[in-house]
């Protein structure tokens, strides 16, 4: 079946720092990719999206570019802000668009 | 437009118990699916609904059932409630679905905190 592995967490890192959090995935056909974020009391947040290999999704200055030959789908962002503390989930949807499969989620801890 | 709304926000319900929660798409979406999240097993799907048909299934036990609408709303009811079944339910919704399609894009709902007692 598919799945998403993600790196644990916590990240922490000081204001203006670069991110990445590492996502690689298993999956068969080629799956839409997704970066949510999850605020605390909150539901999930469409970060970013690819549809199909080396489509690079963006968005608030982050972005993920999707690589079929590592199959991976890793979240970069040149300078962290304090307002990006949240959780991050990568996330894949299967072929017949009807069902998500997350990874286990990275928190991200940004001190000013 | 507006996005998906869930009732209630939170619950607290004592084991036996059933739960009903309620789910409202987006406007013009018809597909819609569940997720729970709890800390130890992280977010797994439960089912996904589209045009009052359920399409997918995750692996969950049969006291976890749910429905659509002709209006696209869902609700989703748990019965004999168990403590591990505590966590944070979130309701998504998408466009009508073709594989790969951007459209596909599953947007959520804050979610219904349930506490088991």
């Known amino acids: 079946g598919n799945s998403v592995t993600q790196m644990e967490g916590p990240v922490t890192l000081s204001e203006e720092a670069f991110l990445t959090i590492n996502c690689t995935y298993t999956a068969t056909g080629y799956p839409s990719l997704f970066w949510y974020v999850q605020y605390p009391g909150e539901g999930l947040q469409l970060l970013l999206k690819a549809t199909k290999a080396d489509d690079k999704g963006s968005n608030k200055g982050f972005e993920a570019t999707y690589r079929k030959e590592t199959t991976s789908f890793h979240l970069e962002k040149g300078s962290v802000q304090v307002s990006d503390s949240a959780v991050y989930f990568c996330a894949l949807l299967n072929n017949a668009g009807n069902m998500l499969t997350f990874g286990g989620g990275t928190r991200l801890m940004v001190k000013p | 437009k507006a996005g998906v709304t869930q009732t209630p926000r939170y619950l607290i319900k004592t084991r036996g118990q059933q739960v009903t929660l309620s789910c409202s798409p987006i406007s013009g979406h018809r597909s819609v699916s569940w997720y729970q999240q709890t800390p130890g097993q992280g977010l797994q799907f439960l089912f996904e609904y589209f045009s009052e048909t359920q399409r997918n299934k995750g692996n969950f036990p049969g006291r976890f059932s749910g429905r659509q609408f002709s209006n696209s709303r869902s609700e989703m009811n748990v019965s004999t409630l168990e403590l591990g079944d505590s966590a944070l339910y979130l309701c998504?919704?998408?466009?009508?679905?073709?594989?790969?399609?951007?459209?596909?894009?599953?947007?959520f709902g804050p979610g219904t905190r349930l506490t088991v007692l």
């Open positions: 998504a919704s998408s466009f009508p679905p073709s594989g790969g399609n951007p459209r596909d894009t599953q947007y």
